[in-house]
Structures are given as C-alpha cells and as structure tokens.
C-alpha cells in the first residue's frame, strides 16, 4: 500500500509525464478523409501535415477522478488505436501505431494511480483492446496482466523512448511574477501558452478507425514503414 507522500509523488512524477506527452500525441482534431481501404502497395514516405498548436490546460487530462475517463478514451480512435491487418481468410491481426501505443501508455499508469489513491476499486480502467507485451498468445492485453506491474514498467520504458525519438524541440518561455517594481520574485516552465508545430495524427486517426470496420491486406511489412508511407495522403 503506497503512503500519501509516496502517492503524491507518483501523481506529481505522472502528470508532468502526462504533459510532456501530450506535446506531440494529441491536440490534433479528428477529420474525415476519402480514403479507400484496404490499400496494399506502400508508397514514398510524405511528411505529415504541421498543425500549429498552442498548450494550454485541459481540465479533463488534469483530472484523476472517474468523471474524466470518457474525455481519456476520447484520444484514442475507434478500438484503441490498432491498425487491423488481414493475416489469413480467417484470422485478423491488430497492429500497433506508436502515438496510440503511447497514450495507452498514459492512460495505464493513469489507471494504476486512480487505483493507488482509492478512486477505482476494480484495479485499472481500461478502453478498447489492451496492447498485450511479452510472447503470450491471443490478446495478452487483458485480465490480470493488463495491470501487472511489468506492464506499467513497460510502458515508463515505452514512453521515455518514444519522447525521445518524437523530440519536440520547442523552447519554453518561462513564467514570470513581479513585484509593483518590477522585481523577479519566481520562474518557472509549465509549458503552457507556448506554441507548437505538431505533426497531425489525422490520417492515422482516419486509417484505424476505418480498418475497424474492414481490415487492411497485408502488404509485405518492411522495417521503418508508417502510416503514411503505407497509405499516404
């Protein structure tokens, strides 16, 4: 069982997490586009759309409670984000888009933190199918594993390294209180008011919700495809 200071910390510790996150996932509207699925040949990588976006709070991402959860499963598209891929006449195979992975991510320590502070009774909350890790079969995602603890762990690991290869780059403009003459009192950086090129998830957004509904065919996976290279815009 987890002491206050130790609960306080942990919340502390995930939202900053949940922020610097957020930079580059998801203050991206959803669209619609007039794609046909499934495609099968990838095409020439094409560089995402920039979307410039200012942060700004979000009550609901700041808020732990339950009544917040509708506004955290909001950010993932259709069945939790997952490309459908056709394997066989028979069998389909959900993919993993990383953005989408991340926030799973966010959304499972989130979970782990309503239950460490009382608020879920039932070990985690979750939405959609789980990402399952490790080498078990059908979907490892769920049940007691979903809320183990190598699973959170995974996901601090997910993160840290998704943040890093998504670097946004952006310098922060510090926050600053005065006196009446104009003295520096206190600074710091909370990221907030500072604009932002983002790149747009739209058409990943657009591309697993409508695989969703019918499965993509395979088209020979190749080390570094994405999204658009696969599908383009």
Same mark, same amino acid.
Request: charged residues 15%; contains cysteine; negative net charge.
């Given at each position: &069982?987890?002491?206050?200071?130790?609960?306080? =910390?942990?919340?502390?510790?995930?939202?900053?997490?949940?922020?610097?996150?957020? =930079?580059?996932?998801?203050?991206?509207?959803?669209?619609?586009?007039?794609?046909?699925?499934?495609? #099968?040949?990838?095409?020439?990588?094409?560089?995402?759309?920039?979307?410039?976006?200012?942060?700004?709070?979000? !009550?609901?991402?700041? @808020?732990? =409670?339950?009544?917040? @959860?509708?506004?955290?499963? %909001?950010?993932?598209?259709?069945?939790?984000? /997952?490309?459908?891929?056709?394997?066989?006449?028979?069998?389909?195979? %959900?993919?993993?888009?990383?953005? /989408? #992975?991340?926030? #799973?991510?966010?959304? &499972?320590?989130?979970?782990?933190?309503?239950?460490?502070?009382?608020?879920?009774?039932?070990?985690?909350?979750?939405?959609?199918?789980?990402?399952?890790?490790?080498?078990?079969?059908?979907?490892?995602?769920?049940?007691?594993?979903?809320?183990? !603890?190598?699973?959170?762990?995974?996901? /601090?690991?997910?993160?840290?390294?998704?943040?890093?290869?998504?670097?946004?780059?952006?310098?922060?403009? !510090?926050?600053?209180?005065?006196?009446?003459?104009?003295?520096?009192?206190?600074?710091?950086?909370?990221? &907030?008011?500072?604009?932002?090129?983002?790149?747009? &998830?739209?058409?990943?957004?657009?591309?697993?919700?409508? =695989?969703?509904?019918?499965?993509?065919?395979?088209?020979?996976?190749?080390?570094?495809?994405?999204?658009?290279?696969?599908?383009?815009?």
């Amino acid at each position: &069982m987890l002491s206050n200071q130790a609960r306080i =910390s942990l919340s502390i510790f995930s939202t900053l997490l949940v922020l610097l996150s957020l =930079s580059f996932l998801v203050l991206t509207p959803p669209f619609s586009l007039s794609l046909h699925l499934p495609f #099968h040949e990838p095409k020439p990588a094409t560089p995402r759309p920039v979307v410039t976006t200012t942060f700004r709070p979000i !009550p609901a991402l700041e @808020d732990l =409670s339950l009544a917040a @959860d509708p506004a955290w499963a %909001a950010l993932l598209p259709g069945d939790g984000g /997952f490309l459908n891929v056709r394997y066989n006449e028979t069998y389909v195979q %959900a993919w993993g888009i990383s953005a /989408f #992975h991340a926030l #799973h991510c966010l959304a &499972m320590i989130r979970g782990a933190l309503q239950s460490a502070s009382g608020l879920r009774a039932d070990g985690g909350w979750s939405y959609g199918r789980g990402h399952g890790h490790g080498g078990g079969g059908g979907d490892a995602g769920v049940g007691d594993h979903y809320w183990a !603890p190598e699973h959170l762990m995974h996901c /601090f690991s997910y993160l840290a390294q998704t943040l890093q290869c998504n670097g946004d780059s952006t310098i922060e403009r !510090p926050w600053v209180t005065r006196t009446v003459e104009g003295d520096v009192t206190a600074s710091g950086v909370d990221g &907030m008011g500072v604009q932002h090129r983002c790149r747009s &998830m739209e058409l990943a957004r657009h591309v697993a919700t409508t =695989s969703d509904r019918e499965a993509v065919e395979d088209w020979g996976w190749k080390v570094g495809d994405t999204v658009e290279s696969v599908f383009g815009f």
